[in-house]
Nanobody, 126 residues
Framework: QVQLEESGGGSVQAGGSLRLSCETS????????MGWFRQGPGKEREGVAG???????EYADSVEGRFTISKDNAKNTLYLDMDSLEPEDTALYYC????????????????????WGQGTEVTVSS
């Protein structure tokens, strides 16, 4: 049974930092593509960052240079380090997993992912 559980969300002021974690089980984590997605108030869910099994990464333009996706295969855990947070980053953040994607840009395509966590809330105040 595949499970993904996000943690690390919270409330911070603009300019602050947070680290999100996604603990996984039930699949061979090191061989899967992983992604972070978010859904802000009144917005559609969007891709934030993705990583393939080789460590290749993709970022949304809005977070490039501020967010960093990483993983620890020994702990079956995915991370998202978020720096220089802005009020526009306020959202429910989800991690997701898929065995593979055909193209690197699919790493930010939510429709390509098979497994999802429940999300962790991030609120950034100005």
């Amino acid at each position: 049974q595949v499970q993904l559980e996000e943690s690390g969300g919270g409330s911070v002021q603009a300019g602050g930092s947070l680290r999100l974690s996604c603990e996984t089980s039930g699949f061979t984590f090191s061989t899967y593509c992983m992604g972070w997605f978010r859904q802000g108030p009144g917005k559609e869910r969007e891709g934030v960052a993705g990583m393939d099994s080789n460590g290749y990464t993709e970022y949304a333009d809005s977070v490039e240079g501020r967010f960093t996706i990483s993983k620890d295969n020994a702990k079956n855990t995915l991370y998202l380090d978020m720096d220089s947070l802005e009020p526009e980053d306020t959202a429910l953040y989800y991690c997701a997993a898929v065995q593979s994607v055909a193209h690197s840009w699919y790493l930010l395509e939510q429709a390509k992912y098979d497994y999802w966590g429940q999300g962790t809330e991030v609120t950034v105040s100005s």
